[in-house]
């Protein structure tokens, strides 16, 4: 026979488990959310790379644009003078940084930012990026354009009085990098695409974006299948406790005298 505390802790184990499967099944539907916007990011990421570079001209309006993903082709000087350093980049497992140098677009001020790719850390001083040199004299460089990230952490620190540059950035921050610029920024900065010549040699140019689908499919999958696992064993233990109770009463009705 069941007492009423027994029936009260049997209906807040069932309230609890109710609600845990209905916890899962939101989070299962939120990495399927998550799933269907990288493939909408993908697309339009795609949607940009597969158009014919757009090539800039100092009068071109573009430039003042938040370009993003878009494939461009800029002409121009490299200013190795005001390169930076992007922080905790890999490649291969080996970590190292991105060089940023600036180009400055051939019969303009203005200046584009340009990630030549990855060195590793042994390069990271300027004596040793003297052995990289950025090609010199006029250059065509054709990548795929990305707007301004910002982070909080790790953060970059604040320029001062006593640190008017900073050299190695942890953000790929344009409005704070103008900061110690001495020409205009676009509203974009250009990752250099890489091709043959550069499979071997350093600054390692690197793909813009893993267009692959990503984890959140995979993430569904188990939280709805954690889901199931616990509506289907809590469904098997009430029928076991069922059973073991009507066995039970049984039992007793022999036994009585």
């Not at 597969?50 to 938040?66: H, K, M, N």
């Not at 992007?86 to 584009?112: E, K």
């Not at 889901?227 to 049984?250: C, D, K, L, S």
Request: glycine share 8%; charged share 20%.
């Amino acid at each position: 026979m069941i007492t009423r505390a027994g029936r009260w802790r049997g209906r807040a184990v069932t309230i609890v488990v109710i609600l845990a499967i209905g916890v899962l099944c939101r989070l299962g539907i939120w990495q399927l959310e998550r799933h269907a916007e990288r493939a909408q990011q993908n697309e339009r990421i795609l949607a940009g790379l597969q158009q014919a570079p757009l090539v800039l001209t100092p009068q071109s309006s573009e430039l003042d644009q938040a370009l993003d993903y878009r494939r461009i082709t800029v002409r121009g000087t490299f200013d190795p003078a005001h390169e930076v350093l992007l922080r905790n980049r890999s490649l291969d497992g080996a970590t190292g940084y991105h060089l940023v140098t600036p180009l400055r677009l051939s019969g303009s001020d203005r200046v584009v930012l340009v990630d030549r790719g990855w060195i590793p850390l042994a390069l990271a001083d300027p004596a040793q990026r003297a052995l990289l040199p950025a090609p010199a004299g006029d250059v065509s460089i054709t990548g795929v354009s990305r707007i301004a990230q910002r982070g909080e952490r790790p953060a970059d620190p604040p320029l001062t009085a006593d640190r008017p540059r900073l050299e190695r950035w942890f953000w790929m921050d344009l409005e704070r990098m103008q900061q110690q610029m001495p020409y205009p920024l676009t509203a974009f900065y250009v990752v250099q695409e890489p091709d043959a010549a550069s499979a071997d040699a350093l600054p390692r140019p690197i793909a813009v974006s893993d267009l692959g689908a990503g984890p959140h499919l995979g993430y569904a999958i188990q939280w709805f299948s954690f889901a199931i696992i616990f509506a289907v064993g809590y469904a098997v233990i009430v029928r076991r406790n069922a059973h073991r109770r009507t066995r039970a009463a049984a039992t007793s009705g022999r036994i009585a005298p």
